[in-house]
């Protein structure tokens, strides 16, 4: 089983002056290849538990590119053209891959793509098809939308902020494209926005009322017909 894997990461404060730029994004951080799964071994994030559960699970893990632009203001249209390249050619050189599974932030935002998952996930799509499973994990602070729910097979978020829980989101992500992969499960996807902006203080997942609607998720995440719940809290800036 080979599954392709790329990251692309920005928290967007369209507020900030500042725009991202690709010397801005190498300083913060980018890789490609085997650097990636070089440097990311044995590391709690999300393509940390990508690695480990490949060696648990016996699947190839292909990198391709591994792109930060932290906490920062939009990005410039020709850094994310550039990493958008970088990424859909090494798809397209790639053979006989069973699926996509993908580290996202969540809150992106470009010149050019004020949603700019859901640009990145149709931009893969168009490369590998829809037969092809992909599954993408998620910060806690994504901004979820339609265009991303058409495009993937499963969203897998943070359950956490403070993020302590990214290592376990990746094990998870893993397991489920390995399970429908294996024809183990087929699943079917409900979204709701709700029309509500919470605080940075209300966000915190360690106190009511989140405490409480996470007990919630993990009652139904209990239930055979239920394969995962994410909970966003969103980035309202």
Not at 58 to 64: A, D, R, S, Y
Not at 159 to 167: A, L, N
Not at 193 to 211: C, D, E, F
Request: proline content about 4%; charged content about 25%.
């Amino acid at each position: 089983m080979k599954l392709l894997t790329a990251t692309i990461m920005h928290e967007c404060n369209v507020f900030m002056p500042l725009m991202a730029d690709m010397e801005h994004i190498r300083r913060t951080g980018y890789r490609e290849d085997q650097e990636i799964i070089d440097f990311y071994r044995n590391t709690k994030g999300f393509v940390g538990g990508f690695i480990d559960a490949g060696e648990k699970l016996g699947f190839e893990l292909v990198p391709t590119v591994y792109a930060h632009a932290a906490a920062y203001g939009i990005i410039k249209k020709d850094a994310y053209n550039y990493m958008l390249k970088e990424i859909t050619d090494r798809f397209k050189r790639e053979k006989d891959y069973d699926g996509v599974l993908l580290a996202t932030h969540g809150a992106g935002y470009t010149e050019e793509h004020p949603d700019l998952e859901g640009h990145y996930f149709g931009e893969l799509r168009k490369i590998v098809g829809y037969d092809v499973p992909m599954v993408s994990t998620f910060d806690w602070h994504a901004n979820f939308t339609e265009e991303w729910m058409n495009h993937l097979d499963i969203p897998v978020g943070n359950d956490t902020y403070p993020h302590i829980d990214s290592y376990e989101r990746g094990l998870e992500a893993a397991g489920l494209i390995v399970k429908m992969i294996n024809g183990e499960v087929k699943p079917t996807k409900a979204f709701v926005k709700v029309p509500m902006i919470l605080s940075a203080q209300a966000q915190y997942t360690g106190r009511y009322p989140l405490t409480e609607v996470f007990d919630m998720v993990h009652e139904y995440e209990e239930r055979d017909d239920v394969l995962t719940v994410t909970v966003a809290g969103g980035f309202p800036w």
